[in-house]
């Protein structure tokens, strides 16, 4: 039973914000959302989390909706090498859940 | 701090060998996950350690495989009796108490023929 619904895949054009959606309708008060990339051939890479309210790093903005039912992540200018599977998770934290459940995630191609 | 450093990069072995794979986490972490990734799919969770503790292990994890931490640090999964179903590639993650971010590595690429 899938906790996140992410589309399967999305293009932006290079230089552009790439906006992923992900709809989590489910989640529990405790539970945290998750965003990892995975570049071809590479291992998961951590983008950023959250709980309730919106963040930002050096990587990406994340939005969370006020009923926390969905988020979107941002990446502001996107790059070729941008280009990778999109994960969102939600679990609680890793402290208690002791792992992430990944899903089949968003395929990100950056377009030239 | 080098990584998370997985050994070998890439396995090929014969169905019914014993394949060994080593995980070498970032030096302070103290939590280190298996998670095996077929194609197409994410990642799916094997096991958890925190230090030399085994503390949680997925039904996935059948009695053909097993992982220890002997000391804390480095970790190893090993497949006995290997099939063709186990071809996939294995990931280590390593964390520490307190910090939310998981830290791959680029993981073990087994096939079995």
């Known amino acids: 039973d899938a906790k996140t619904t992410q589309p399967t895949s999305m293009d932006c054009a290079e230089g552009r914000a790439a906006n992923l959606p992900c709809n989590h309708s489910t989640i529990s008060g405790n539970e945290y959302v998750y965003w990892y990339r995975q570049i071809h051939s590479q291992g998961p890479q951590y983008i950023i989390h959250?709980?309730?309210n919106n963040e930002t790093n050096e990587m990406a903005s994340l939005i969370i909706t006020e009923d926390r039912k969905s988020s979107t992540l941002i990446l502001p200018h996107a790059t070729l090498r941008d280009t990778a599977v999109y994960y969102c998770i939600v679990s609680p934290a890793l402290g208690s859940a002791r792992q992430l459940t990944f899903g089949s995630g968003t395929q990100l191609t950056v377009l030239p | 701090d080098t990584g998370v450093s997985q050994d070998p990069r890439h396995k090929i072995t014969k169905r019914g060998q014993n394949v060994t794979f080593r995980c070498d986490p970032i030096s302070e972490h103290n939590r280190l996950y298996w998670y095996r990734q077929t194609l197409g799919q994410g990642p799916e969770f094997l096991t958890y350690?925190?230090?030399?503790?085994?503390?949680?292990k997925s039904r996935l994890l059948s009695d053909r495989f097993s992982a220890e931490r002997p000391k804390g640090s480095f970790s190893t999964l090993e497949i006995q009796r290997t099939e063709q179903g186990d071809s996939a590639m294995y990931l280590c993650a390593s964390s520490s108490t307190g910090d939310e971010k998981l830290f791959f590595g680029s993981g073990t690429q087994l096939s079995v023929l």
């Open positions: 350690f925190q230090n030399e503790a085994q503390l949680e």
């Open positions: 959250g709980l309730k």
